[in-house]
């Protein structure tokens, strides 16, 4: 509360977007979570709602003999412009909102201060409603040759791994811990997805330390285990996400790709997807676009092109097809990496899971796969959502791709999928309001020191109740 | 003559026989199936009738000089999204019919020669290859044995696929056994459009002055005028109106009264002449209320430039109450070069993301729907937000000025939006008000010929209300796939709606008695569940489209229609169809 200069504005304008000469005169109010535009006019009684920590920026433009305009851009791309009566109030508005959508810790956030009426022992069943150890037995696992390795219990291999995870049946101990010093951030081969119908599976890891010869052979035993794991197929792929020249500059640095030469029947393949800096801009570049004011088609044309977003999109969906078709069609296991693992990676293996199983396409389904290889495996979520005042290099709308490519998949098989477009936009807009403590986080680790999964609300549990 | 003819119906069947009993009886279905069926659903008759025999002879007599070659064993044929077919192909007057060899199912492939938009031949050794691009869009490709055998098919194609006398043409010879000549032809007329809006007859009248087409060849008969005007009166605002199109009632907004009527320029010239009946026809029309708006469709200098050639427009001084907005919608060739462009760029699938949408921008086909939806709802805004009547016209009147209406009263009127509706809004609007479809839809984007007077009017227009129908799926009451029938049949028929460039020309082919009428067929139970909206709710509100860039859509169903995709969304919108009709059994019992 200490944080609110001015609780109360009376006598703000707020702008239509599509025709500004149409406004509607009201009241503004500040509260610790929202600010809230109550419409003056009698009769009706609208109110907007914005939640501070959807909003990504807050600017003050030149005063006018109107007022003083306030633009606020939210994450969910809703953009609101208020007038205010004088310039004073503006500056503490502004002030005020500045920094509350920008909290300095996790407490600070929403989810914390979110307290609907619900008791301690149904939000535990909440918490447990998602449990992704049925989502690896529906996948047939651990069976014959997959099994659930304790390697990294207490986080001890990797800090931003999960600590259940699957590794073929010959993986030992040593083999893991030696291919996981050989890899980014201790990021070694485990399962993703498993098809129980030809054993092939999709593997994850970061990119291997290589730099320009260094070989481990741990690593290579592991690779060579994934593939034994795969007894109807004699070789498997290795799908580097990022553009070739990137990786060929990541070996100066001591990191790099797999050389095809040190790993037996391997198959090496990049695939161009561009960086998070570059989707950051692209995004950036696409919403200046939308928010032109009235382009002609070809501005907005020619603006959406020179954006390069639907470029990214395809880009991440060649990908999956690509990962798909080895598993369906060709029945070749497939290792998936990137940098470190934890965004094209997760982009490029859920895309695949989306379109090989159709589980994946339910309410439930898709909440599963969320939470596998976005949350469970550590997409950095306070990172690229800004949940918390930060390094704004390191925010990046790579979840928002993977929801867009579910949504292009949408657009094309309008009936294989449980869930309607709403669904995936309130998904997206949870992913940034912090109001449920489900993306809270950089990894499982950082959650469990917070001690945040035991007694945060679900969010997938409430939508789960709203769209089916 | 009549020995001549003989000899030819002998030839014909001479070499028909010759082939041997179980080609001919494959032959024989696929004859049976030419006249029964349509489009693609196959029905199988080992035996043909008498009549359908009859027909065959008689459209063979008049076109068999044009085929050297009627059937070709061993070809294959190849169409996207069906693997390749190895079986017999037939060349007949009007079509070009492909049967394979599937003994236990006989699959039956029917083209309409006319829907044929350009061939190109390739030869290699002894077989050749003619790859087939339809005029909806389709590319087909046949292989053919023997060299001689395929330039003669190519031959017969080309001439047969473009035929300059409409009573040569495929709809006089059309005779499906569940319809009839005897049915009504049409669905509405302009007596009948008069006699259901009872609020105007005390200040309108319908006038037959053009009951023989003298005074305007392009208009129907029966056109609805102002009650003070009469018919000298309209005889000679129709001299100074380009093809003597004055300006005439198209539609009447029953909530406040107002009108929208069309027409073409006014001649004024160069020395700017007046025309003193033309002035009092459009005073009759805003009678008393303050003023009325004009929208021309050119320029304000493209109308400039009209006054050099005899055209021109409005002027201020002369017609003091009406406020002229000038709002240029693209036509004529221009429109025809940006489906042609726009046709290229979805047929290559090989280029990636960026030169795709510079593609599609370049091709600027959703700048011209973009314009015209605008334009329409400027149009509408008139009518129904300001409150004043509308007289709209570009330089000819047949072309954008029907466009420009056709919308507005979509977006206006819920009368339209039914399927009967816009149907009969169609028929009034685009056949019976003389938009040359002949000319107009003689070839379509594939088209190597010289382009004449081709341009995809009526195809924007269909695409303008893809994308209503696409912003508002529940008010309308027909669905997309009514739009793609309409527009393969505009360029290709079996009926007779869309043949000629006018009433009169029509009236001389004698097109109403001796051809059937496509939008009756589409009204037919069996049709109307194809063609209907499952989700259509009547909502007596106009619905305003939203014109920023970011709200239009490439008309995927129809540019992209031939690729896997558009499979997909085929299929889902069957499902959802589906599951709309059984839901609602489900209610009511």
């Known amino acids: 509360m200490e944080h609110i200069r001015l609780p109360k504005v009376e006598g703000v304008r707020l702008l239509d977007r599509v025709s500004p000469r149409r406004s509607r005169v009201g009241t503004l109010y500040l509260t610790a979570t929202h600010s809230i535009f109550v419409e003056n006019e009698a009769g009706v009684r609208s109110e907007t709602w914005v939640l501070h920590s959807l909003v990504s920026s807050v600017e003050r433009q030149a005063a006018t003999s109107s007022g003083c305009a306030l633009l606020i851009h939210c994450k969910n791309f809703q953009v609101l412009q208020f007038i205010l009566p004088r310039e004073r109030e503006c500056h503490d508005v502004h002030l005020s909102l500045q920094r509350l959508s920008q909290p300095e810790s996790y407490a600070e956030l929403y989810c914390f201060s979110y307290k609907p009426n619900v008791d301690e022992e149904e939000r535990r069943q909440e918490w447990d409603f998602l449990e992704l150890k049925d989502d690896y037995s529906r996948m047939g696992l651990p069976n014959a040759l997959w099994k659930l390795s304790p390697a990294n219990k207490h986080y001890k291999v990797s800090d931003t791994y999960p600590t259940d995870l699957y590794v073929p049946e010959s993986a030992t101990p040593p083999v893991i811990v030696g291919s996981a010093k050989f890899r980014s951030r201790g990021r070694f081969p485990t399962l993703s997805y498993y098809s129980k119908e030809n054993y092939a599976a999709i593997c994850r890891s970061s990119q291997p330390l290589s730099g320009f010869s260094a070989r481990c052979l741990e690593d290579e035993q592991m690779l060579e285990a994934i593939l034994k794991s795969n007894p109807r197929s004699d070789f498997m792929y290795v799908v580097d996400t990022r553009p070739k020249l990137n990786a060929i500059a990541n070996r100066a640095a001591g990191k790099g790709y797999e050389n095809e030469d040190n790993y037996s029947n391997i198959k090496f393949q990049f695939i161009g997807i561009e960086n998070i800096h570059v989707m950051r801009n692209s995004q950036q570049k696409m919403l200046e676009v939308c928010e032109l004011r009235s382009p002609s088609m070809s501005d907005f044309l020619e603006g959406l092109e020179s954006s390069g977003w639907l470029k990214h999109i395809k880009a991440v969906l060649d990908a999956g097809i690509f990962i798909a078709k080895a598993v369906a069609e060709e029945g070749v296991s497939v290792l998936v990496h990137c940098s470190d693992g934890w965004d094209r990676t997760a982009q490029v293996c859920s895309v695949a899971s989306v379109l090989l199983d159709p589980y994946y396409r339910t309410l439930r389904g898709l909440m599963v796969l969320i939470e596998r290889d976005w949350i469970s495996f550590g997409h950095k979520f306070s990172h690229r959502c800004y949940h918390l005042v930060g390094d704004p290099k390191e925010v990046s709308p790579v979840i928002d791709q993977f929801l867009e490519c579910v949504w292009q998949l949408m657009e094309q098989f309008p009936c294989a999928f449980e869930f309607n477009e709403r669904f995936l936009i309130t998904i997206h807009s949870h992913i940034y309001s912090c109001q449920y403590g489900n993306f809270i986080g950089n990894n499982q680790r950082e959650r469990q020191e917070l001690g945040f999964s035991r007694f945060l609300k679900d969010v997938d549990n409430i939508l789960a109740l709203c769209y089916l | ?589």
């Open chain 2, 1 to 589: 003559m009549a020995v001549h003819v003989q000899n030819k119906r002998k030839l014909f069947l001479d070499s028909y026989h010759q082939t041997n009993r179980a080609q001919r009886s494959r032959e024989r279905e696929a004859v049976a199936f030419i006249f029964s069926g349509e489009g693609g659903e196959v029905i199988c008759s080992r035996r043909l009738d008498h009549r359908t025999i009859q027909i065959f002879d008689r459209q063979l007599m008049e076109l068999s000089e044009h085929i050297k070659t009627a059937n070709v064993e061993d070809a294959v044929l190849r169409q996207p999204l069906h693997p390749a077919a190895r079986g017999t192909l037939c060349v007949t007057g009007h079509h070009l019919l492909f049967s394979d060899r599937e003994e236990s199912s006989p699959q039956h492939f029917l083209l309409l020669l006319r829907n044929i938009d350009a061939i190109e031949k390739r030869m290699s050794g002894s077989s050749g290859t003619i790859t087939i691009k339809c005029k909806d869009l389709c590319v087909l490709q046949l292989d053919i044995p023997g060299m001689e055998q395929c330039l003669n098919i190519a031959r017969s194609i080309e001439t047969l696929s473009c035929l300059e006398n409409v009573s040569e043409m495929y709809p006089f010879f059309y005779r499906p056994s569940d319809q009839s000549l005897k049915d009504q032809w049409g669905l509405s007329s302009t007596e009948k459009h008069y006699s259901q809006m009872t609020d105007l007859h005390d200040r309108w009248r319908v006038s037959s002055v053009n009951r023989d087409y003298s005074v305007c060849p392009t208009y129907p008969q029966a056109v609805i005028v102002p009650k003070d005007i009469n018919d000298e009166m309209l005889v000679k605002a129709a001299k100074f109106r380009h093809g003597g199109r004055f300006p005439v009632l198209c539609y009447y907004h029953r909530k406040n009264g107002m009108v929208i009527m069309r027409s073409s320029q006014p001649l004024t010239g160069a020395n700017r002449k007046r025309c003193r009946e033309d002035e009092l026809l459009l005073q009759a029309v805003i009678d008393g209320s303050d003023k009325g708006y004009i929208i021309d469709t050119r320029s304000s200098q493209q109308a400039q430039q009209a006054r050099m050639t005899g055209g021109g427009f409005e002027s201020k001084s002369c017609y003091s109450c009406w406020k002229r907005l000038h709002r240029q919608v693209e036509r004529g060739k221009a429109l025809q070069e940006s489906l042609i462009k726009l046709v290229e760029a979805c047929g290559n699938d090989s280029h990636n993301m960026d030169r795709w949408l510079s593609k599609l921008e370049n091709s600027k086909w959703l700048s011209h729907v973009q314009t015209a939806l605008s334009t329409a709802g400027l149009l509408a805004e008139c009518v129904e937000r300001d409150g004043h009547s509308v007289l709209v016209h570009c330089s000819e009147g047949t072309d954008s000025t029907l466009l420009i209406s056709t919308v507005a009263q979509l977006i206006m009127d819920p009368c339209c939006r039914t399927l009967e509706g816009f149907l009969a809004l169609l028929e009034r609007e685009w056949v019976q008000a003389g938009h040359p479809f002949q000319k107009r839809c003689a070839h379509s984007a594939y088209s190597h010929a010289r382009l004449q007077q081709e341009s995809p009017v009526f195809l924007l227009l269909l695409d303008c209300v893809w994308q209503l129908l696409h912003q508002f799926p529940l008010a309308l009451g027909f669905s997309e796939a009514l739009l793609l029938r309409l527009a393969t049949e505009a360029y290709a028929s079996s009926y007779g709606t869309f043949l000629c460039n006018s009433d009169k020309e029509r009236c001389v082919s004698r097109v109403k008695e001796k051809t059937l009428c496509l939008f009756q067929a589409l009204l037919r139970p069996k049709e109307r569940r194809c063609y209907a909206n499952p989700l259509y709710e009547r909502t007596e509100l106009a619905i305003w489209p939203s014109v920023h860039p970011q709200s239009l859509q490439l008309w995927r169903g129809y540019f992209l229609r031939w690729t896997q995709q558009a499979r997909h969304l085929e299929e889902a919108q069957e499902e959802i169809r589906n599951m709309v009709i059984l839901w609602e059994k489900m209610a009511l019992t």
